[in-house]
């Protein structure tokens, strides 16, 4: 897969324009969570480590709309824990564990779908109803979502799929 919002198991969804770069990615978040009202509770939830930036970079897209953000590390909300942002450094996460009970969206962010170091879809299934059946947005890379049949179990609203190239330089020792 290379493009957003064409996979096969997104009946009713439609195409949506290709973007490139981290501005790329920000962007298309940023216009999928422009219709929810300032202030609105957004959960993200992914894999333990590899998750936690991307949902931090997007925080950033968003940051000037007064959000109330949260992680849920592997989708239990007994560990959730509240994204602030800290002037010079950006958005982190406290140490401090909070109760969510309700959100506006539910951010599933693809690491989670990962063998080895994510959770069953089923345990997305129950994060998403324990919050409400919130707006379900998938972020993910090289279309993991859909490689892993997650976009045939989940609701999604929305879904944003990057792919990554990467090369390195180096000098000669």
């Given at each position: 897969?290379?493009?957003?919002?064409?996979?096969?198991d997104?009946?009713?969804?439609e195409?949506?324009?290709?973007?490139?770069?981290?501005?790329?990615?920000?962007?298309?978040?940023?216009e999928?969570?422009?219709?929810?009202?300032?202030?609105?509770?957004?959960?993200?939830?992914?894999?333990?480590?590899?998750c936690?930036?991307?949902?931090?970079?997007?925080?950033?897209?968003?940051?000037?709309?007064g959000?109330?953000?949260?992680f849920?590390?592997?989708?239990d909300?007994?560990?959730?824990?509240?994204?602030?942002?800290?002037?010079?450094v950006?958005?982190?996460?406290?140490?401090?564990?909070?109760?969510?009970q309700?959100?506006d969206?539910?951010?599933?962010?693809?690491?989670?779908?990962?063998?080895?170091i994510?959770?069953?879809?089923?345990?997305?299934?129950?994060?998403?109803?324990?919050?409400g059946?919130?707006?379900?947005?998938g972020v993910?890379?090289?279309?993991?979502?859909?490689?892993?049949?997650w976009?045939?179990?989940?609701?999604?609203?929305?879904?944003?799929?990057?792919?990554i190239?990467?090369?390195m330089?180096?000098?000669?020792?």
């Open positions: 897969m290379n493009s957003f919002y064409t996979f096969a997104t009946a009713g969804m195409s949506g324009e290709r973007r490139s770069g981290l501005p790329g990615l920000t962007g298309l978040f940023r999928s969570v422009a219709d929810l009202p300032d202030g609105s509770r957004i959960a993200f939830t992914g894999s333990v480590g590899g936690l930036p991307i949902a931090e970079l997007l925080a950033l897209a968003v940051r000037k709309r959000f109330q953000l949260s849920v590390p592997l989708a909300p007994a560990e959730a824990r509240p994204m602030r942002w800290a002037e010079g950006g958005f982190t996460v406290g140490a401090e564990k909070m109760m969510l309700q959100a969206a539910l951010v599933v962010l693809g690491g989670l779908a990962m063998p080895k994510g959770r069953p879809v089923e345990e997305v299934e129950s994060l998403h109803r324990q919050l059946s919130p707006r379900l947005i993910g890379f090289m279309g993991v979502l859909e490689r892993m049949g976009t045939k179990r989940l609701p999604f609203d929305a879904l944003i799929d990057g792919h190239d990467a090369a330089w180096s000098k000669e020792r």
